[in-house]
């Protein structure tokens, strides 16, 4: 996965990066709003969830210490890093301002 991701936030859309954890409560509430979301704006962004237990490489180099936390990237750079759930509007009003 990892040159797979390196590859991937290099994306000129914003990528939105749910870091997440299969036993994480509120992981499970952040994604179905994710959904919505990539719905909603279609082809602008791109969708991609790392499970933190799989890819600890990963989140260690992005200092991930709690799950949910949503990363948006554009053209490899960091553009956003919260933890916590997210609510769709929240996240819509973030993406656009990453898409500028």
Known sequence: ?????????????????????????????QSPILKEVAAELGEQIRVIKIDVDQNPEIAGRY????VPTLMIFRNGA?????????HKAQLVNLIHKTLG
């Open 78 to 86: 960091v553009q956003y890093k919260q933890a916590g759930v997210h």
């Open 63 to 66: 200092g991930i210490q709690g």
């Open 1 to 29: 996965m990892q040159g797979n991701f390196n590859s991937l936030i290099q994306d000129s859309r914003p990528v939105v990066v749910d870091f997440h954890a299969l036993w994480c409560g509120p992981c499970r509430v």
